[in-house]
């Protein structure tokens, strides 16, 4: 996300624009309750949800797990569905703004699907994108 930046020093006051990774904002403050987070995952209504696939990438639903919680991408719910590992995550920006994701890792895929809900839907390409950014690190 391109956001701008001033910055004074003893010489003058520099105004410019840079990007910054969505994932900087992420507050540590994003743990959700499971029942909230189901509760929340229903009021948002479903032409908020975007879906995304991440390409290339095959990790166990464990790893992606433990590589998003340093960011504050929480796990909230992990579950086998049909065979495929199923994480529940929650993401509070430093605003006050929640995110919540799902994420699917079928076996023996190098494919992981990520869906991602929440009330500003602007902010979904950011998020997928910073996702991206913190498994392939």
Request: include cysteine; charge should be neutral; hydrophobic fraction near 50%.
């Amino acid at each position: 996300m391109c956001r701008k930046v001033a910055m004074k020093n003893n010489i003058d006051v520099m105004y410019f624009a840079c990007l910054v990774p969505a994932h900087v904002f992420f507050g540590e403050d994003g743990m959700m309750d499971k029942r909230v987070f189901l509760a929340t995952w229903k009021e948002i209504p479903a032409q908020n949800e975007m879906q995304f696939t991440i390409a290339n990438l095959a990790m166990t639903a464990d790893a992606i797990s433990t590589k998003l919680q340093k960011e504050n991408v929480f796990t909230i719910a992990k579950r086998n569905v049909e065979g495929q590992d199923m994480l529940y995550l929650s993401i509070k920006f430093i605003n006050g703004l929640w995110a919540l994701l799902e994420i699917k890792v079928a076996p023996g895929s190098s494919n992981i699907t990520l869906a991602i809900k929440c009330r500003t839907c602007e902010i979904a390409p950011d998020i997928s994108n910073s996702v991206e950014a913190i498994l392939r690190a």
